[in-house]
């Protein structure tokens, strides 16, 4: 069965102090690993797909990279419009159809 | 704006009552995803449809079920509503790529379901 992992649960940031988030999965054939950013009461927003290990995407203050166990969401200079539920999802190579498996994501918090 | 619409935005409704959720993708966007976002459980993976017809299920309960037409936009059909029912519940669509490629979800605004 897929998992995915998410740690921390929460972190408080000020503005301008960089950080990371945490993504563990285990998965039978990595098909793709996404990151999606959501805002309370609204649906995920689509941020960055990966593919396989070693590949970085970027996007803003954004950069999410992967290895073979694990995908870090690096926040650099981070704004009080940043704060948002940052969710990890895999999606599997070898299991019917395209479903996505979520982790519980992590709150984040910039002050400012 | 993902381009994924879905209505209505609130439901309330009462214990062993039916609703129907329903969604229109993105345009050209082939395959339809429903899933369930509760406090304690996250975002869950209902089903999937393509193109009409229906390719995987995930955890959906026998009460519910889901059909996709043939202009492609999808119901959710929910019925003999329990409290544990509410939530909010997603619709995303895809280009619907073979399997070995990824295939991109772009999610919808949801709809908040509270059964009272």
């Known amino acids: 069965e897929d998992q995915v992992t998410q740690s921390p649960e929460a972190l408080r940031l000020q503005e301008g102090e960089s950080s990371s988030l945490n993504c563990s999965y285990t998965v039978s054939g990595l098909r793709g690993l996404f990151w999606y950013r959501q805002d309370p009461g609204k649906g995920p927003e689509f941020l960055f797909t990966?593919?396989?290990a070693g590949e970085e995407k970027e996007k803003e203050r954004l950069k999410a990279t992967l290895t073979k166990k694990e995908s870090f969401l690096h926040i650099t200079a981070p704004k009080p419009e940043d704060s948002a539920t940052y969710l990890c999802a895999v999606q599997a190579r070898w299991t019917s159809g395209s479903r996505l498996t979520f982790g519980e994501g992590t709150q984040l918090t910039v002050n400012p | 704006d993902s381009g994924v619409t879905q209505t209505p935005k609130h439901l309330i409704t009462a214990t062993g009552q039916r609703v129907t959720l329903r969604c229109s993708p993105r345009s050209g966007d082939l395959s339809v995803y429903w899933y369930q976002q509760s406090l304690d459980q996250g975002l869950q993976f209902l089903i999937q449809y393509y193109n009409g017809e229906e390719r995987a299920k995930g955890n959906i309960l026998e009460r519910f079920s889901a059909q996709q037409f043939p202009d492609l936009h999808s119901e959710l059909n929910l019925s003999s509503l329990e409290l544990g029912d509410s939530a909010l519940y997603f619709c995303a669509s895809s280009v619907g790529a073979l399997r070995q490629s990824t295939d991109t979800q772009y999610f919808g605004p949801g709809t908040r379901l509270t059964v009272l």
């Open positions: 990966l593919y396989s």
